[in-house]
Structure formats: structure tokens, C-alpha cells
């Protein structure tokens, strides 16, 4: 049987891996196993490191960035694989805040809503994922009010200031304290 093979999105990853850069978690390509939680990624010691060859879904690692992203930076640095991934966060806060965040990054980048939310990812959730935060009431969706507890952005809500950060636009891209609000 002759399996399909398909070139990596070099431009695609280039995007994601500079405005990851650019927010202060490093992210490269590297030597990584085979084998990993998501294909091709890899967490080591709250770096990204990737394998082009083998990341099946570049926006994987935004969403990766996310799980760095809402961690005290002390607990960034002792994230590696899945280990570590959440600090003093219960498991699924954590993950709910990464997936805002992600929905956040892939918003300020200009992707496209699948290029995240791939229909391969997310427990096969990502059309309902896509559709709660595409709904008019963006506000309330999940892991927003982690990222604005974590002083990264602002829930949209009545009384917000115009000029404070609303979600999905992020007043900062990674958690500083405790809670910043």
C-alpha cells in the first residue's frame, strides 16, 4: 500500500514559530522522538521544539504555546512533554485557558479557523470549539475568564473600558503573576 506523504507548510510554520519567538517562548526545529503527545511537537523544559517532517498540523503548535503561555514563568520552565503542563491549574482550566489562548493567537496571526482547530485535534471537538467562540456571545466562552484572571486580557462585558484589551485581543501574551486583576 503506498502512504501519501505531504510536504510541511514551511510558510505556514515560519508564521506561527516567529510570533511565538517574538512573545518569549523559544521555538525551533530540533531532534524530537518519533513519538509524542501531538506529532511532531515536543515541550522541553517550556521550549517548543518541532520536526517539520513529522508535525502533522502546524497550528499545533500554537496551541502548545498556549499551555506555555497561561503558566507562572516558573512553572514554564519545568514543562516538558506532557509533564508539568498545568502548575497550580486543575488539569482542565488549563487546558480551557490554552485553547483561548489559541483561539487569541490564531486570531492576531490571520489564520484560518481550521489551521488551529483542526478537525484531528480536540477529542473531534473543534467545530464545537469553532462555533462557541464564532457565537455573539464571546464573553462568556470558555477559558476566557482564566486569561482574564491571569491579567492577559479582558472578558467583553459591559462597563470595559474601549481602551483595555478585550478578547480575543490579548493586553499581554504571557501569564506574569498569580492573578494580575
Not at 511537537?41 to 497550528?59: A, D
Not at 483561548?100 to 473531534?124: C, I, M, Q, T
Not at 472578558?155 to 481602551?163: F, M, S, W, Y
Request: net charge negative; proline share 4%.
Amino acid at each position: 500500500m503506498n502512504q501519501v506523504t505531504t510536504s510541511p507548510d514551511t510558510g505556514l510554520i515560519n508564521k506561527i514559530c516567529a510570533f511565538i519567538n517574538s512573545i518569549g517562548i523559544k521555538c525551533y526545529e530540533g531532534t524530537i522522538p518519533e513519538s509524542t503527545f501531538l506529532p511532531g511537537v515536543e515541550i522541553v523544559c517550556g521550549q517548543l521544539v518541532y520536526n517539520s517532517e513529522l508535525l502533522t498540523y502546524p497550528g499545533d503548535l500554537l496551541h502548545e504555546a498556549g499551555h506555555l503561555a497561561v503558566l507562572l514563568p516558573e512553572h514554564r520552565l519545568l514543562a516538558n512533554g506532557s509533564e508539568n503542563m498545568s502548575g497550580y491549574l486543575h488539569e482542565g482550566g488549563a487546558e480551557m485557558a490554552a485553547i483561548a489562548w489559541s483561539w487569541a493567537s490564531r486570531e492576531y496571526l490571520g489564520l484560518a479557523d481550521e489551521a488551529v482547530f483542526h478537525p484531528g485535534g480536540y477529542k473531534n471537538s473543534s467545530a464545537s470549539i469553532i462555533s462557541s467562540f464564532r457565537s455573539t456571545n464571546i464573553g462568556t466562552i470558555m477559558g476566557v475568564p482564566l486569561l482574564q484572571w491571569m491579567g492577559m486580557t479582558r472578558e467583553n462585558k459591559r462597563g470595559i473600558d474601549a481602551t483595555e484589551a478585550v478578547f480575543p485581543k490579548m493586553s499581554r501574551w504571557l501569564r506574569q503573576g498569580q492573578n494580575l486583576l
